[in-house]
């Protein structure tokens, strides 16, 4: 089992950045896939990005490619998401989430969830 912690979140003006870290628990980070999710006020969670364990093959939702980097960094068991050009629309509780394997990286069937840090961008 692993837990996550994000943090990094906050309140920023359109078109600033935002850095989220996750720090992830146990020796065994480097064999999970790893996961961006966000969830708006009234809306489903959905996947922001997503990197395979040995970073390999990373996925963006098409609302945030070219704005968005996920990256992860193994030996200090953490996964990134840099989030640049924010908009409004970027509002939501951003989570981090842990895969037991690769298959269906790119869905919201993820093992392990943090708990969400806010990001709030003003318009």
């Known amino acids: 089992q692993v837990q996550l912690v994000e943090s990094g979140g906050g309140l920023v003006q359109a078109g600033g950045s935002l850095r989220l870290s996750c720090a992830a628990s146990?020796?065994?980070?480097?064999?999970?896939?790893m996961g961006w999710f966000r969830q708006a006020p009234g809306k489903e969670r959905e996947i922001v990005a997503a990197?395979?364990?040995?970073?390999?093959?990373?996925y963006y939702a098409d609302s945030v490619k070219g704005r968005f980097t996920i990256s992860r960094d193994n030996a200090k068991n953490t996964v990134y998401l840099q989030m640049n050009s924010l908009k409004p629309e970027d509002t939501a509780v951003y989570y981090c989430?842990?895969?037991?394997?690769?298959?269906?990286?790119?869905?919201?069937?993820?093992?392990?969830w943090g708990q969400g840090t806010q990001v709030t961008v003003s318009s």
């Open positions: 990197i395979t364990n040995g970073g390999g093959r990373i």
């Open positions: 989430a842990a895969k037991d394997t690769n298959v269906l990286f790119t869905t919201t069937r993820y093992d392990y």
């Open positions: 146990g020796r065994t980070f480097g064999t999970y896939a």
